[in-house]
């Protein structure tokens, strides 16, 4: 993904990875060599706000609560590397397996497939879709689906509710996965 990253024009790229018991968000140039700008640590991944949260199965009003959580850190996040002035020259890069699960959705490859995701550029709007039809499963069903699995099943609803919230929140209307 690094290749397609710096082959945008962009100067500079946001990254988010989310983790099992953390998520990171950096702003950084978008060069060989890139520098830091500014970056957070979120103490949210998807593990860790399944138990917290209740989350295994989706659940909306405790999914609403982990949103209200990460909404906190990505406006500070925001506010604190001062987005707003980089708008319009900024690509957007996810990295973990939820946004290459994701991917792997959207491109339709009829299942999981790490490398032939890695460096998928989707839309917000095709995100989504895919969440939505996600967050619509069962724990079961989440764990029999192609894509998700039994191993990620406890975990994948609130990964993608944390997912959803950065890309909304930070305005991205393009992620590459990573």
Not at 77 to 106: E, H, Q, W
Not at 133 to 140: A, D, G, N, P
Request: with cysteine; proline share 3%; charged share 25%.
């Amino acid at each position: 993904a690094r290749d397609n990253v710096k082959d945008n024009p962009a100067k500079y790229m946001v990254v988010y990875d989310l983790g099992g018991g953390s998520t990171e968000i950096t702003l950084a140039t978008n060069s060989d060599t890139p520098h830091i700008l500014h970056t957070v640590s979120i103490p949210w991944g998807a593990r860790n706000s399944a138990e917290k949260f209740n989350l295994s199965s989706y659940v909306p009003a405790n999914a609403q609560n982990l949103h209200e959580e990460i909404v906190k850190y990505a406006d500070d996040f925001i506010n604190t590397s001062k987005l707003d002035n980089y708008k319009g020259d900024v690509c957007f890069v996810a990295t973990s397996s939820t946004p290459l699960r994701l991917a792997s959705m959207i491109r339709n490859f009829g299942k999981y497939d790490r490398e032939a995701a890695d460096g998928v550029v989707f839309t917000s709007g095709e995100a989504d879709k895919a969440i939505s039809k996600v967050l619509s499963l069962t724990r079961e069903e989440m764990a029999g689906n192609k894509y998700i699995g039994e191993k990620r099943s406890f975990i994948f609803a609130p990964a993608c509710v944390i997912f959803k919230t950065i890309y909304d929140r930070l305005g991205a209307k393009e992620i590459t996965a990573s």
